[in-house]
């Protein structure tokens, strides 16, 4: 494991990370689908078509518990998610099936681990016969369930047994960081990453989940989709989510962004995730106005360093689904 933390320019062309913060809920049954149909922002019933979605599951309120990528892995749905975010989700998808025939749980069969960077297809490919891509972005080959993340940086989720993880990882013969790296390409790519302080505390489209592909506007009810369509439809939305860079400063979940007014300095957000590289460079992601732009001045409260704003790789002014 290499204990060096990278900045993002430094990222190297073929990369691995130990995925010990990420898990997963499962669903099964021959209800599968139309329960969680019922439960979560993304349209499910075109998951077997579209093989990977992005989505989210809200309370009544349509106030976002966790923002997940759903699969299907031998007959099971995988909801993948932070840790961070599972136990409330978990309990909340418990709650109401018990009134339909599925089976809820959180995974405890597979382990995660991912391979990145411009070289990864290389990597892959001299691991696996057949790799995913963007137009078939699950694949299974033998046991082993392979995710292909789309991105600025290219990354390869790999699912199995904790032992077939191992055997693979001894045999990438690549650079290998923690989860933080994972969390890193999470903020650069605009992913949201909910720590548990923010479970349960912003609608889908504070976390540009419209943006990412992960509300369907036109499959129906489900839990808290009345708030999120009037987000959409009447333009209530206010906020959004940033990522951020900054200069030696030290930045938690939590910590609050401030702008500047004339000579003071006010409340402009909350911090969701931040990631520390080893020469002092964080990147930061944040929820704010959704009208801030360059000419903002921000920092990190009490700190003296300022942020810029780093461009995510899609518009937030996307077109309804």
């Known amino acids: 494991m290499n ?3 990278p900045s993002y320019s430094e990222l190297p062309a073929v ?3 130990n995925l010990d913060n990420i898990a997963a809920i499962t669903l099964s049954g021959e209800e599968q689908i139309k329960y969680l149909q019922g439960q979560v922002t993304c349209d499910v019933g075109s998951l077997a078509e579209e093989k990977l979605l992005n989505g989210a599951h809200c309370n009544a309120k349509g106030k976002v518990f966790s923002a997940f990528r759903l699969l299907e892995r031998q007959g099971k749905f995988l909801l993948l998610q932070p840790n961070s975010s599972i136990e409330q989700s978990l309990a909340e998808l418990k709650k109401f099936g018990v009134f339909a025939k599925v089976e809820i ?3 405890n069969e597979n382990a995660y681990l991912a391979v990145a960077g411009e070289n990864a297809s290389i990597k892959m490919a001299e691991l696996f016969q057949q790799i995913p891509d963007t137009l078939s972005p699950v694949v299974q080959v033998n046991n082993t369930t392979l995710v292909y993340i789309a991105g600025k940086v290219s990354r390869y989720l790999i699912i199995d047994s904790t032992d077939a993880i191992a055997a693979i990882s001894a045999k990438l013969n690549v650079p290998t960081y923690n989860e933080a790296v994972w ?3 999470e903020i ?3 992913f949201p990453v909910l720590s548990p302080q923010y479970v349960a505390e912003y609608v889908p489209q504070m976390l540009n989940l419209q943006a990412i592909h992960g509300i369907s ?3 129906g009810c489900y839990l808290g989709q009345e708030t999120v369509a009037r987000m959409q439809y009447l333009g209530k939305n206010k906020r959004a989510l940033f990522a951020f860079t900054g200069k030696d400063m030290n930045v938690v979940a939590g910590d609050i962004i401030e702008k500047k007014l004339g000579e003071n300095w006010r409340k402009a957000g909350d911090v969701l995730a931040a990631y520390q590289a080893s020469n002092m460079q964080s990147y930061i992601q944040g929820v704010l106005a959704n009208d801030i732009d360059d000419s903002t001045e ?4 009490s700190q003296l360093s300022t942020l810029a704003i780093l461009p995510l790789p899609y518009k937030l002014n996307t077109d309804i689904e």
């Open 3 to 5: 204990n060096n933390l």
């Open 15 to 17: 990369f691995a990370i």
């Open 105 to 107: 749980a959180q995974d």
């Open 183 to 185: 969390n890193l390409l």
């Open 188 to 190: 650069t790519e605009g």
């Open 217 to 219: 506007f036109t499959k």
């Open 298 to 301: 921000l920092r990190i409260k």
